[in-house]
């Protein structure tokens, strides 16, 4: 998006644009965001789009702004893919794929000027010059504007491994450590239930949790037990709340209705009833339509003597809770909290330590949940950025 900007905003010939990335080929990350349906961004109004930022929100909210949801479509349009709104309110492109959508705009931008260099991991400066390692050693390379839009540190074999950040910090900028974001978590499984159910999904259910200072949140949808613990839908939603806590105090209770929209009196006069020589399981799946994952819940969570008391199996059914030990490591994580500190940039996302130099993407110190969000966002910073280095380079910058 950076480059696209500059390479738009320039007279023809006036400026050379290079693009150099660390992979054998470029957007490993965006290919793989396809294979999960390439969820561009959220047709919601756009305050409430806006919030999904949580504390960086005044600060991207210009730039989301400058490229909203409409001008994202747009531009994938204008590439040839059209979008449509999913029931959620997702957007994603027709095909659903990442694939087509980055072969028309490589080749747009290589018929605009754009030079691609793989192969090249940058590695800081040497003198004024950009330092890359490449294949054939190590190479210099001279920029009069630089964008680094270098990712975070999540899935590191698709190229964003996060080895930038001491050399920001080297430089004086100020940074917050990398952390997990729209994470799974470890839960201290029995045997049981890490041999008989890792993989099985829970569905539906309803997470509850509090945050760090005291609000409730609540998720209604689907995760999955693993080896580890948990993951997926409702757990990447509340994941940042959550890791807060374990940060602050070591770990953290998640609470799961098994049975949403069963009241919970209700469920405990069905619970009540005489179950016969049925087998406990038999007599919660018929009153309260648990089994399978779920079952495997109640009992790894409640003690028998709660199990044998309906009105407080009906309680367990309605909060179950579930510790949450620590955050799965970075390196799974769908995306990346902390980096650059909107403090060390301006308005335009240049570096106030380093002038000349813009940042980013997901480098940058936000974080959102999944949602078309995290996609949004990059686009619109790196158009910003690649902005900054029109007005940089002293010229005309539209928009
Ligand atoms: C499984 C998965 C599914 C996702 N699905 C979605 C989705 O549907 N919707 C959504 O909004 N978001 C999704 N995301 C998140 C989204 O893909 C990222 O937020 C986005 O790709 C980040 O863009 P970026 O350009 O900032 O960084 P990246 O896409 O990580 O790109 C950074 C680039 O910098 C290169 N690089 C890093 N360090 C160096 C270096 N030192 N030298 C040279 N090059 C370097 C890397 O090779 C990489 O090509 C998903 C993420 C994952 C992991």
Known sequence: MAAEAVLEGAEPGAVTVDLYD????????????????????????????????????????????????????????????????????????????????????????????????????????????????????????????????????????????????????????????????????????????????????????????????????????????????????????????????????GSVTLHLDLAPGREAARLADELAQPRGRRSLSTHVQSKAGLKGAKMALLREAVSAADLADPARLAAAIKALPLQLVSARPLAEAISTGGGVAFDALDGQLMLDAVPGVFCAGEMLDWEAPTGGYLLAACLATGRAAGLGACRWLGMKAEG
């Open 22 to 249: 660390a992979m054998p080929s470029v957007g490993r990350k965006f290919l793989l965001a396809g294979k999960g349906g390439l969820n561009l961004t959220h047709s919601e109004p756009h305050d409430t789009f806006l919030s999904r930022y949580g504390k960086a929100r005044d600060r991207l909210a210009p730039l989301l702004e400058a490229f909203d949801a409409a001008a994202l479509r747009a531009w994938a349009g204008a590439l040839g893919i059209e979008t449509f709104v999913g029931s959620s309110g997702r957007v994603f492109p027709a095909g659903m794929k990442a694939a087509p959508l980055l072969r028309a705009w490589l080749a747009r931008l290589r018929a605009a000027g754009l030079t691609v260099h793989a192969r090249h991991r940058w590695r800081g400066w040497s003198g004024h010059e950009l330092l890359f390692d490449t294949p054939r050693g190590a190479r210099t390379a001279p920029a009069d504007a630089v964008v680094l839009a270098l990712g975070g540190g999540s899935w590191p074999q698709l190229g964003s491994d996060g080895a930038w950040a001491p050399v920001l910090a080297g430089r004086g900028v100020a940074l917050s450590p990398l952390k997990p974001v729209n994470c799974g978590f470890d839960v201290r499984w029995s045997e049981h239930v890490r041999t008989r159910f890792a993989g099985a999904p829970v569905k539906t259910v309803v997470a509850f949790a509090t945050d760090i200072e005291g609000r409730e949140h609540r998720q209604p949808g689907e995760f999955v037990i693993t080896e580890h613990g948990v993951e997926g839908g409702v757990i990447y939603a509340l994941s940042a709340p959550l890791r807060d806590r374990i940060d602050a105090e």
